[in-house]
């Protein structure tokens, strides 16, 4: 059974209702040739990275290491919150080629290694005004920065060697909470597929 509010709406959304019937009967080309034509290019960024390096965590050594490309500190896309919350939150878990350590380290490509990662999706709060194709009902379209960075195990801190240890560390930074103060900003860790 229908509620009242929604019965009341009728009136105001009778014009909605006939443009979505005139849309549903059009052919599958039509409906393609509108849709191609009224959607907005997606945004994406292309961070600028780095190489560096990570101790797994399926490993028990401090000296070997597996390459891996990291998010730079500089970025030519903005906003790049998404990118510097990413880069914020790994680095006690990541090292660069300058902290590598000189001697008895050794490297290695591992081509087809699913690191362990931290993905941040960074929500615009404004949002851009746009109108439905089906109903020409407006609605606001939000521009979203994703970027993520690998994490391995902490190489001076024995404590946080294992996965659980790295997730507890990682929210307890402060970063990890402002970031999310934003509406719609996500952050997600995800374990590595070795």
Known sequence: MARFSDINKGPELADAYAKMQIWRVKSRAAKRTDFIASRSKPTTARWQREKGYILPFNSMGVTTFF????????????????????????????????????TGVTTFKVPKYTFAKIMCSDRDGTGVQKQSRLTDIPYLQYRTFGASSPIGRNQTAPATSQFAAVVVSIKANAAYDGFLTQEGSRISIIPERG
């Open 67 to 102: 390459e891996t490309m990291l998010l730079d500190t500089t970025q030519t896309i903005s906003p790049d919150r998404a990118a510097a919350a990413a880069r914020n939150l790994a680095s006690d878990f990541v090292v660069t080629l300058a902290q590598l350590p000189g």
